[in-house]
């Protein structure tokens, strides 16, 4: 089969491999289609560990054409996704039931190969039919699933105001999320174009224009807006700059929620005395490894809509030119369809 892989950072041929040859808890799935992640441009640099020779890809859907001796409940033909973090249950944090925490963490496209190829295979028990979704919303599954974690991270008190920093594709259905689970108000910042417009009109209720050049214009937008800051903030950029303002944005006894891809080296500067006196709370919320059922919930019954969210799709063969797309920051979400 065909697939992208990386031999070294930035290092990636198009190139024939082997098919994979499935265990007989396995299912091979034909890939339709594989969502250009955040995680994927970090891999591309070699950051988050990833294990080389490696084709990444984690936003996969697709059909199942080989099933392995032992599965059940699953049968050729069938379309399919899949959740892509596996835990090993047995560290000590699989142990107290922290599996997302696992110390041997494997995820599709980072530690084993994802889906930039014709064929992937599975766990049996990772994989989801996917019946009463297209291939474009199929793509958006995993991150649906990283914003109900997401949700569950934030802990939300219902009527609570909150600013979300950038209009990603996950932010795109984050802000979903809220406005679904008893925001009062969802205010969106991120620079202004296609993505503030999206999510004007999935969700937000106000939208902000970031200014990169003159920060301070926002900042004074924002706090107009809410003046005593907003009670939840989430930071689904990558800046450290925006986490520095996101900080100073919460209101007291707020909560900040780290949400975004940062670089590995990123630092930001925070101020314990600050964080104290107005008794801040800062959490992270990283991926997910039991939310998929819940996103296909969200997704089936159209309450969270992604159609619009995919705006590109790039054969597999000029994954170079996707990569070009996603670093541009032109589109949303740019599907691979091998
Ligand atoms: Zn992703
Ligand atoms: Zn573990």
Redesign the pocket.
């Given at each position: 089969m065909k697939a992208i892989v990386y031999d070294a950072p930035r290092k990636f041929e198009y190139r024939d491999v082997d098919t994979p040859k499935i265990r007989p808890n396995e299912v091979l799935l034909r890939v339709h289609a594989c969502g250009v992640c955040g995680t994927d441009l970090h891999v591309h640099e070699g950051e988050f560990g990833p294990r080389f020779p490696l084709t990444p890809g984690h936003e996969f859907s697709g059909e199942i054409v080989e099933i392995g001796s032992e599965v059940t409940g699953l049968n050729k033909g069938q379309r399919a996704t899949a959740s892509t973090t596996m835990?090993?249950?047995?560290?000590?944090?699989?142990q107290r039931g922290d599996?997302l925490q696992?110390?041997?963490?494997d995820g599709i496209g980072v530690e084993v190969n994802g889906a930039f190829a014709e064929y992937i295979k599975l766990r049996s028990d990772l994989v989801f039919p996917i019946e009463k979704l297209s291939v474009r919303e199929s793509v958006m599954v995993e991150p649906t699933a990283c914003a109900v974690h997401g949700m569950e991270t934030l802990d939300m008190k219902p009527g609570s105001t909150v600013l979300l920093l950038g209009a990603g594709p996950t932010g795109q259905v984050l802000a979903q999320l809220l406005k679904l689970n008893g925001a009062a108000r969802v205010t969106v910042a991120a620079p202004a174009g296609p993505k503030l417009d999206l999510i004007a009109r999935l969700a937000a209720d106000d939208v902000v224009a970031i200014d990169r050049q003159d920060p301070e214009i926002h900042r004074q937008h924002l706090r107009e807006l809410s003046p005593h800051g907003f009670d939840y903030v989430v930071e689904a950029t990558g800046s450290p700059q925006l986490l520095q303002d996101a900080i100073s944005l919460a209101s007291r006894r707020g909560t900040i929620m780290v949400y975004a891809v940062y670089a590995d080296a990123a630092t930001a500067q925070i101020t314990p005395a600050d964080i104290m006196r107005r008794e801040l709370q800062i959490k992270g919320s990283f991926a997910q490894i039991d939310c998929f059922s819940r996103a296909l919930a969200y997704l089936e019954s159209k309450k969270v809509k992604v159609d619009e969210i995919v705006t590109h799709e790039v054969p597999l063969p000029d994954y170079q030119k996707a990569l070009e797309l996603a670093w541009s920051r032109k589109g949303i979400k740019i599907a691979i369809i091998p």
């Open positions: 835990a090993c249950g047995k560290c000590f944090y699989c599996f696992c110390e041997n963490l």
